[in-house]
């Protein structure tokens, strides 16, 4: 669960990822071309595990988590750039998701590599510039195939003839400014180009970086693609609290008008964005957050907390945290009748409380 920080320079691409991960990596550290990555893990705030662990009264708390890759500036250029360099191509593809910081404040003291600050138009750049490498791939790939298929035995001739239709029609929408993400692709389809790790393919979240002055009323940034969001944060601000405790910080907060630091929000939505929900396991060793795809069935959400309990599965006992919570306890959730017996292919549903029963 890697999610990659990209932008143009000057965007605060590191701001941002110190206040999202409490960090104090250089916010100058690629001035120099520097291309290593600054690297975190963060937990996802979850604050139905609070209300478990006053219940249970764990030995433990343990939230989901995502990591954060923090990377050099990208030009923007498109193909006049000559394509992303290697070692940053890398670290983008091997991401699951992109988080695109996109300046939105004024500052002269920190010049906009482009002049001006226009955020609509950084985004359209970022974008353009991973098409670019997305339709580097592609061609590449294409005139492989066209000299390989004629060549080709008849079943392996087939498959990949299928693989090139598919290419050429990712190829059409993304000349046609069309990311991946946005196209209805099948299961087959998807797993045919996963391997290709192409960077339009991968949820994104824009994150305007905006000024204090724009905390109240942030600018109206418009993203209209599928498996895409939106969350605005002030990253100097955001910065600042995250190095505080939660009194100094409340006081800050407070002082500015801010009811919740906005990282919470934009570490929430890159764990949607992964497609993730979280089942919970509660006892008095721990209360525990568990991420899983969307869709998952429960004996393969067993298998997340240890191989055997998947291998010797008998069923699930699930109740809803918001049925437990109303309740007002597990013993009195069962005597509601609130706590079901689930098998094999019932779909975890995110704030599910589970019980694996197994046997190996």
Request: aromatic share 6%; with cysteine; net charge negative.
């Amino acid at each position: 669960m890697k999610i990659a920080i990209i932008g143009l320079p000057n965007s605060g691409k590191t701001t941002v990822f110190n206040a999202l991960t409490r960090g104090h990596a250089e916010t100058a550290a690629y001035s120099s071309g520097q291309l290593e990555p600054n690297l975190a893990t963060v937990k996802v705030p979850d604050p139905r595990l609070e209300v478990l662990a006053k219940m249970f009264k764990p030995r433990k708390i343990t939230y989901a988590d995502v990591q954060y890759i923090d990377i050099g500036g990208l030009s923007g250029s498109g193909r006049a750039g000559g394509g992303l360099p290697p070692v940053l191509l890398n670290y983008i593809a091997s991401a699951d998701a992109l988080l695109h910081v996109v300046r939105a404040f004024d500052d002269p003291t920190v010049p906009h590599p482009n002049g001006s600050v226009d955020p609509q138009r950084d985004i359209a750049a970022v974008d353009l510039e991973l098409a670019f490498s997305d339709l580097g791939i592609i061609e590449r790939r294409l005139n492989r195939l066209n000299a390989e298929i004629p060549k080709l035995p008849a079943k392996e001739k087939e498959l990949r003839t299928a693989e090139r239709d598919l290419l050429q029609r990712l190829r059409e929408a993304l000349e046609a400014e069309t990311p991946i993400r946005a196209l209805e692709l099948t299961e087959d389809e998807a797993r045919m180009i996963r391997g290709y790790q192409f960077l339009t393919a991968k949820p994104m979240l824009i994150a305007p970086n905006i000024g204090e002055a724009d905390i109240a009323h942030p600018p109206q940034i418009a993203y209209p693609h599928p498996r895409s969001a939106v969350e605005p944060l002030c990253g100097k601000i955001e910065a600042e609290l995250a190095q505080l405790d939660d009194t100094e910080a409340r006081v800050f907060m407070d002082d500015l008008g801010i009811t919740a630091p906005a990282r919470d929000r934009v570490i929430a939505a890159s764990y949607a964005l992964l497609g993730l929900v979280s089942f919970l396991t509660a006892g008095p060793d721990e209360v525990r957050a568990w991420p899983v795809p969307r869709g998952t069935p429960a004996v393969e959400a067993a298998g997340v907390i240890h191989s055997d309990i998947q291998r010797g599965f008998i069923r699930a006992e699930i109740v809803a945290y918001s049925d437990l919570i109303a309740a007002g306890g597990m013993n009195e959730a069962k005597k509601a009748g609130l706590v079901r017996m689930e098998g094999k292919q019932y779909i975890i549903q995110d704030g599910d409380i589970c019980h694996f029963l197994f046997n190996v």
